[in-house]
């Protein structure tokens, strides 16, 4: 399995506090991905990481900020956490976002984030 | 934009059985890969087939194929000889080559019950 842990795995908190996942991986892969998982929406991206310091929005950005200041960790932050951001959030690590192969993606265990 | 399809919300199948799950994409990309992820109850997703676009001949990991129609844009999977452990949520996956994203793209999912 690949080393990628998540923190915490269960949170909840109260509309309007800040939160901050953390996504470590010990496979020193450069890319990295924060995705949601919704009932009836699958996985969609959030943010993703090309690099240490690089970073670009994915389809739903809105209402979330990341921050990588190294290659094994990738931080998602909630400024001001909604109910609409209860959900599940995963990261993911690949050793190659582009050129060709398939470059498999690697998923962590997952966080369950129940916003009240 | 790319998109994924899954028009099997749910589906059920014998134990020892065959069964086919849907999937259909739209991309005006030429080069890019197809995947099947399985999540159990235990929300870890794990990579069951991947299939390369660029290759005719269809993916195959055990109990597990596909059949990749690129003209038709469809990447159904086949689960032969089921098992109870092959009950899971299937996400179809879509990412292109190249760009410097690499993210994938999901359906929603289908959700496969399998009866003893």
């Known amino acids: 399995d690949a080393g990628i842990t998540q923190s915490p795995r269960h949170k909840v908190t109260e509309t309007g506090t800040p939160v901050t996942l953390r996504c470590h991986q010990t496979?020193?892969?450069?890319?990295m991905y924060w995705y949601r998982q919704d009932p009836g929406h699958g996985l969609r991206l959030i943010h993703y990481?090309?690099?240490?310091?690089?970073?670009d929005k994915g389809e739903v950005s809105d209402g979330y900020s990341v921050s990588r200041s190294k290659t094994e960790d990738f931080l998602l932050t909630l400024e001001s956490a909604t109910s609409s951001q209860t959900s599940v959030y995963f990261c993911?690590?690949?050793?190659?976002?582009?050129?060709?192969?398939?470059?498999?993606?690697?998923f962590g265990p997952g966080t369950r984030l129940t916003v009240l | 934009a790319q998109t994924v399809t899954q028009s099997q919300p749910e589906m059920s199948v014998q134990e020892a059985e065959t069964v086919t799950l849907s999937c259909t994409y739209d991309?005006?990309?030429?080069?890019?890969?197809l995947f099947w992820y399985k999540q159990p109850p235990s929300r870890q997703m794990i990579l069951v087939i991947r299939?390369?676009?660029?290759?005719?001949q269809n993916a195959t990991e055990n109990r597990f194929s596909v059949n990749f129609q690129k003209a038709a844009k469809s990447f159904s999977l086949k689960i032969s000889d089921s098992q109870l452990g092959d009950a899971a949520m299937y996400f179809c996956?879509?990412?292109?080559?190249?760009?410097?994203?690499?993210?994938?793209?999901f359906g929603k999912g289908t959700k496969l019950s399998v009866k003893p």
């Open positions: 993911a690590i690949s050793e190659r976002g582009r050129t060709s192969g398939t470059n498999e993606q690697f």
């Open positions: 996956a879509y990412r292109k080559d190249g760009g410097s994203q690499g993210n994938l793209i």
């Open positions: 496979e020193n892969h450069r890319y």
């Open positions: 990481s090309y690099g240490v310091k690089d970073t």
């Open positions: 991309t005006s990309e030429s080069d890019y890969y």
């Open positions: 299939q390369e676009a660029y290759k005719q």
